[in-house]
């Protein structure tokens, strides 16, 4: 049988096996007693820089010794085996990257990215924790910052496009630990059921998209590779290393 055409969108959750705290838990509200809701903003940056900057150093410092779990894993391994496969994430942890997908399309950005308030300057760098902090840019001395999307910021035009075009496209979407409250990235699911595709979840909790798919309720670390291999054995594909 012809595997399906397959688009994923990733969240939070599918990292919290990987003890990376998810956004909206309890333990994701930890640091410093600060909502992350409330950090990840522009207003918060304009406010209090260095506050951001001290959020974001702990997150770095903290998936510096993060691994990929097995949900990662199986993704990886969809994008090695499938013809026709898009991961599209809204993780900045890089955890995909580490599993080993290639085609991943990064609609917040990188944690581990940063770029100028004032001038073109961009780098990338896995130092933590950061020194000095806050970052300074070596072109022009003014702040650097995440680079990284926060609430009403734009996203890049061109990734969101690609990633829209991803869902219409999709005859299956795989939707694997996001709570579905944060536009645009909540609505590429709802393309692909327009379109007359499925949606398969993967989540502890039902979440406003669940009315409309068919949710695997569990860890998505042990419901997606489960999910995965049934399918890789019903479309006769191998698995990668053998
Ligand atoms: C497990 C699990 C396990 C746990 N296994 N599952 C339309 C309607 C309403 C509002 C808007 C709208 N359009 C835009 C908005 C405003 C806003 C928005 O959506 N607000 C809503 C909250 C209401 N959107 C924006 O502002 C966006 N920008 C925009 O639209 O700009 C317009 C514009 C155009 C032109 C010019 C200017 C502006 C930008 C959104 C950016 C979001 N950024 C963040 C921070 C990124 C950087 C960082 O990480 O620090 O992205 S916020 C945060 O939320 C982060 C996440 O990627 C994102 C989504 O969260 P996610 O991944 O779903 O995590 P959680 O914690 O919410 O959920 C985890 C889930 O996992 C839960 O369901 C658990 O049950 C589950 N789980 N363990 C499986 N083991
Ligand atoms: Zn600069």
Same mark, same amino acid.
């Given at each position: ?68 779990? /097995? @949900?990662? $894993?199986? +993704?990886?391994?969809?994008?090695? *085996? ?6 599209? =994430? ?80 999709a005859e ?12 645009? /990235? @909540?609505? $590429?699911? +709802?393309?692909?059921?327009?379109n *007359? ?6 989540? =502890? ?10 949710t ?7 419901t ?19």
């Amino acid at each position: 049988m012809t595997p399906p055409r397959i688009a994923v969108l990733t969240g939070a959750g599918i990292s919290a096996g990987s003890g990376v705290p998810t956004f909206r838990d309890a333990e994701g509200s930890l640091w410093r007693q600060y909502n992350p809701q409330e950090l990840a903003t522009p207003q918060a940056f304009r406010r209090d820089p260095a506050l951001v900057w001290e959020f974001y150093d702990w997150r770095r410092q903290r998936l510096a010794d993060s691994q990929p779990n /097995a @949900a990662h $894993l199986a +993704l990886a391994e969809m994008d090695a *085996l499938l013809p026709e496969f898009t991961l599209v =994430t809204q993780n900045i942890d890089g955890l995909h990257a580490l599993a080993g997908s290639k085609r991943a399309l990064y609609l917040h950005g990188d944690i581990w990215a940063m770029r100028c308030t004032r001038c073109d300057h961009k780098e990338r760098n896995r130092q933590t924790p950061l020194d000095p902090l806050p970052p300074i840019c070596p072109q022009c001395g003014r702040l650097l910052r995440p680079d990284v999307v926060w609430f009403g910021e734009a996203l890049n035009p061109a990734v969101l496009y690609h990633a829209w075009d991803v869902f219409e496209q999709a005859e299956l979407a795989l939707v694997v630990g996001t709570s579905a409250v944060v536009y645009p /990235a @909540a609505q $590429l699911p +709802l393309l692909t059921l327009q379109n *007359l595709g499925s949606v398969l979840e993967f989540n =502890t909790m039902r979440t406003p998209l669940s009315e409309a798919a068919t949710t695997f309720l569990g860890p998505c670390e042990e419901t997606l590779p489960r999910w995965w291999a049934e399918k890789r054995a019903e479309w006769g594909l191998h698995q990668s290393g053998q």
